[in-house]
């Protein structure tokens, strides 16, 4: 069965605390797992979320911070002792490859060759291409070289089975409607696609972690259904945001709205903050975008929004 959902495996910064676990998030789509910056404790946070090893296709690396990366050592030996098959793509900054090799090998452990290395270097990277989707990966400005990601479905149809019908596509010429772009039908008309059929867009999703205000973060939110995007701090702590690399939640929700986002995700909370707290990230997201906003907790499973409308 086809499931499109965020499971939050940790939603903590720097620091876990007693509430919330170091960051890790895997996307599960259509049968592939995108997991995002798995922290220390992500194998654990997967048992208890009901995932395993078997669910991870990709490792996606926003850069080399600990409560990013920490958790890159157990997730690599449980694929080799779980004996996963299918091959598993590892996305990180190529410029800390010295750190994804530090993780990788951390500990003796029997090696699994299905661990398939993408060093991500320059302004932007398209580490994926088409079928099922595109994952793209853009710089963000950190104190340490870090990327955001991106992906993307490729836009298809809706066929409307009334046009169809009226004009007389039926059978296995609606298959070749929808390969070839058009058909001619037993009464030597010949119909296009774009008669019997409207575009359905592809979802998007971006995943945006420690980084400022800077082009990349806009370019990669740009009309997603759903932008998981930090929000280390409250606003009245923006200036100590920008002098560290992090966004604010009234920030994240200026991303939001002039990215023409469909669902706001708020994650990346700083030790500081207790969970009584928790309203006042909402509230100040609230009064800059006035879509969905979700504050997430650690093992929250959040279902991709409908399908927008084409624009």
């Excluded at 999703?205 to 806009?218: H, K, N, P, Q, Y």
């Excluded at 002098?243 to 990346?268: F, I, M, N, S």
């Amino acid at each position: 069965m086809s499931v499109r959902e965020l499971v939050v495996l940790g939603s903590a910064s720097a620091v876990p605390t007693r509430h919330r676990n170091h960051n890790g998030y895997l996307l599960r789509w259509d049968g592939q797992g995108l997991l995002f910056d798995p922290g220390e404790g992500t194998q654990r946070q997967m048992i208890m979320a009901g995932l395993a090893a078997n669910d991870v296709t990709w490792i996606c690396v926003t850069h080399f911070h600990g409560d990013h990366c920490l958790g890159v050592p157990g997730m690599v030996q449980r694929i080799a002792r779980d004996g996963v098959a299918h091959p598993v793509r590892a996305a990180f900054p190529a410029s800390g490859a010295v750190y994804w090799d530090r993780l990788r090998h951390a500990t003796p452990h029997r090696e699994s060759d299905v661990i398939v290395e993408l060093p991500v270097g320059g302004e932007r990277a398209t580490l994926a291409a088409g079928d099922p989707f595109t994952l793209t990966a853009r710089r963000l400005s950190h104190p340490v070289e870090a990327y955001g990601y991106r992906l993307a479905e490729p836009d298809g149809v809706t066929m409307l089975p009334d046009r169809l019908a009226a004009l007389g596509v039926r059978g296995p010429l609606v298959r070749r409607l929808q390969e070839d772009g058009r058909v001619v039908t037993p009464d030597g008309r010949t119909v296009t696609l774009e008669e019997c059929a409207v575009r359905r867009p592809g979802q998007k999703v971006a995943f945006i972690m420690d980084t400022r205000l800077c082009e990349g973060v806009f370019e990669l939110a740009d009309g997603v259904d759903m932008l998981v995007i930090e929000s280390t701090f409250l606003d009245e702590e923006r200036a100590l945001a920008g002098e560290y690399g992090h966004l604010t939640a009234g920030q994240a929700a200026e991303v939001a709205k002039r990215a023409d986002v469909g669902r706001l995700v708020l994650t990346h909370f700083s030790e500081r903050y207790r969970p009584s707290d928790e309203p006042r990230f909402v509230e100040e997201a609230a009064r800059v975008f006035d879509g969905e906003i979700t504050l997430v907790h650690d093992l929250d499973r959040i279902p991709l929004p409908p399908r927008r409308a084409a624009r």
